[in-house]
């Protein structure tokens, strides 16, 4: 079994991470803007603000980075390629988007409508990121 390749994890990673990123503008600037604009002023909370968006892009890169991760630590195991690719997205897809954002729709602290569709959105979002990290990595 050959050592993780780090420095193409970081670079596979950073590069799922640009697609979450792009994809994550598109959804929360177009297609769930409102439904998140009217809940954060139902809280009597501010506009999210340059700081926070920021901070969700730093994640968002890291995010990139640890499903890279998860698919070079999973690939001895399953093989290289798309299929292994997609099986480490959808495991970070199911932590990283359905467990959090389950436990906010049970807490009723944004709209179940604008939750699912971000759930739905980050299905396929993450599969091609995770399939775009892959590309870039190599054992060697």
Do not use: H
Request: proline share 6%; glycine share 8%; charged share 10%.
């Amino acid at each position: 079994m050959g050592r993780i390749n780090v420095g193409r994890v970081l670079l596979g990673g950073l590069l799922a991470g640009l697609v979450i990123n792009v994809s994550e503008f598109v959804l929360n600037t177009f297609v769930v803007a409102k439904d998140m604009e009217d809940a954060m002023k139902a809280m009597s909370l501010p506009p999210i603000g340059n700081s926070q968006i920021a901070c969700f892009v730093v994640l968002s890169f890291l995010l990139g980075i640890a499903t890279v991760w998860l698919y070079a630590a999973i690939r001895p195991r399953f093989g290289p390629g798309v299929p292994t690719a997609a099986y480490a997205a959808l495991a970070v897809w199911f932590l990283a988007y359905v467990y959090p954002s389950v436990f906010i729709m049970v807490l009723k602290i944004f709209p179940v409508n604008a939750m699912v569709i971000s759930i739905v959105w980050g299905l396929p979002e993450m599969v091609i990121a995770g399939i775009a990290g892959a590309w870039a990595y190599t054992e060697a």
